[in-house]
């Protein structure tokens, strides 16, 4: 079992920059590839952003390219999503996940954090 834990959210204005940390309640948290989707009112969950538990590879969806960078520290049991340039389209409440078999990107994965709400005003 890994429980995932969320923080860094908050109330920024378009163009601020925020870091999201989810802290893993496990050392096999480096044997997972991590994720992170958002979920705005009245939307779908969409996928972020993705890591390999070696961090050697990311993939990230056209939306935040080049504005969103996810890294992980597993040494800390940790992972990031620097968050700039941010605009009122990226609120959302941001979710981080961890899979062992690669289907982050499909929204299949086998744990889910609480989530953190993020929110850019304009």
């Known amino acids: 079992q890994v429980q995932l834990v969320e923080s860094g959210g908050g109330l920024v204005q378009a163009g601020d920059s925020l870091r999201l940390s989810c802290a893993a309640s496990t050392r096999t948290h480096s044997r997972y590839a991590m994720g992170w989707f958002r979920q705005a009112p009245g939307k779908e969950r969409e996928f972020v952003a993705t890591?390999?538990?070696?961090?050697?590879?990311?993939y990230y969806a056209d939306s935040v390219k080049g504005r969103f960078t996810i890294s992980r520290d597993n040494a800390k049991n940790t992972v990031y999503l620097q968050m700039n340039s941010l605009k009122p389209e990226d609120t959302a409440v941001y979710y981080c996940?961890?899979?062992?078999?690669?289907?982050?990107?499909?929204?299949?994965?086998?744990?889910w954090g609480q989530g953190t709400q993020v929110t850019v005003s304009s």
């Open positions: 890591i390999s538990w070696s961090g050697g590879s990311t």
């Open positions: 996940a961890a899979d062992r078999s690669g289907r982050i990107v499909a929204g299949i994965c086998d744990y």
